[in-house]
């Protein structure tokens, strides 16, 4: 289970999360976000950074809550709200978001 | 990746049997855990050589270890009441979900190797040699109960089909064949705490998030503590809490009700999971060790309680079974039960007049509450019979005006499971999980139109999320679901009593 990039071969689990995370790139990024019928737009990568930067502080991608804070914050309360978050990431912004930022999966009751 | 196809059914006002499909489900089977996650528990990684032969003596290990299990394994006499009385059933149609179809998988084996006329003629007393194709059925169908024990309610001898899956999953895990979700998570508490993988740092900066939150909007300071020596509750929570939604709305309520009651709390770092999910896969061993985190941090923290939060099989863990797990609690302060669980903290000081509630906050609202299979089915609240279905009500009908309950055949301990339980709440069980919350999807879809119910209320973080992702496919807002502390918490006076 691999993605191909740029001639690269990125290894992935059942999911299609990757499985070492230093392999993650802008272009993986495109990639697995088509896969998930996603078109990457800024408002995608203002999500996607904002979360790899949390991950790389805290070795895990932050609560919805936080993201929807952090956007707030950053964006304005238009864009801050759980609901512009799923209209982005359908499947979740936890969940699918972390995919296409080449992070774990959270797992749990979530 | 594979993204499985599937229609979502349709609410049926009569909610009568469903049309048998033969093998409706036979697709669904969840992700195999990976080497690596079966080791972390001293599991074999990879299906062992000789497993029929190690399967039927781990059996004859549990059936020598538990009574019950061979009583449940003899005592069924077919008389078909369980059959139509399993959500995943209801919602599927597969025969092979019905409790009796499910149990007869693992009695089958039973009967061939534990029984004399199973050894001798098997052919008339449903016998059956372990072989690939029923070990296959096995991780299937045992992966498509959530042992939420609806079933044991109706069944005339008691037969809890709960007990006969995890005992399945666990003779599983030993030979090889683990589940991944579970087994993953299991290794992540082992290693940081939590099933989420959360680092002490990631929940300190989440908890002082929430008190920014609560205090911007509140004008209140209400401390969200953690690793806090000498406080007096340690708050064991679903680590969901800190992180999903609507879960964090209730967390933000327990920190109110203490804040209000003048208790100091703090959650821990190292025991930062209520839900213990190795009940999940049958294991004692790893539901010991698991629950001796919480040991390690009442005693290194010094606190005097030990109070759980909204989580529904937490619940059963702690209540059932907490002091032989991690007992005994002697240096607990002996005025409080062990463990509390955080509706009997806050029903009992809104009994007491300690906490000021204003029901018009929810006016907003119309509520009805589901009541989660291990709290309803597997524990018990306060000191009186029926108190776990009388207390989340009492709390609730405190903190709205208007709350109605869903029909009498889908509540309390008749309740339907959400259709995430018992280990089942992963994307690769989706399908199972949204026809699974059929009945209970039904039952609202009633009240919503006889009453104008606009939320549902839960206490388990399972059911929570669970109710998230799967109501949307039966036409729901996701945003229907709640806490029951979330409407405490919205609820509740800051100061009032200051």
Redesign the interface.
Known sequence: MSYEVNGKTVEHD???YITDISQWSDELAGLIAK?EGIDMTDEHWEVVNFLRDYYN????A?????LV?AIKKKFGPEKGN?KYLYELFPY?P??QACKIAGL?K????? | ?AKVEFTTPELREDRANPQLVEGAMSHSSP?LASADHQKDLGFPGELVDGWQQKAVAKLGELLDKNRALRVYLDACVKCGACTDKCHYYLGTGDPKNMPVARQDLLRSVYRRNFTLMGKIAPGLVGARDLDEELLDDWYKYFHQCSQCRRCSVFCPYGIDTAEISMAARDIMDHIGKGQ??CN??IG?VHKIG??????E??LI??ME?LEE?VEEETGVAVKYPVNQEGADVLLIT???D????P??DGLIGYGKVFHQAGISWTVSSYAS?A?NFAMFIGSYEQMHKVALRIRKAALDLGVKRIVFGE?GHAWRVAYSFLNTLAGPWDFLDPKYPVPQHILEVTHDLIRRGALELDPSANDDKVVTFHDSCNVARASRMGDMPGGQFEIPRAVIKAAVNRFVDMPEDTICDKTFCCGGGGGL?T??LLELRVKGALPRMEALQEVVDKHGVTHMAAIC??C??QFT?VMPFYGFDMDMVVSVHQLVGDAIQLGAKE
């Open positions: 059942e999911e299609g896969d502080e805290y070795q895990i932050p609560a919805v809550r936080v804070k759980n979740g936890a969940k774990p959270p797992t749990g009751c979530v | 990746m992700y991944k979700y993953e998570i992540k939590n099933n989420l993988g959360l680092p740092a990631a900066d989440t998030g939150d679903p680590s969901a800190f992180f999903a939604e879960h964090v999971e839900a989580c709440l994307d690769d973080a399972i929570k999320s992702k």
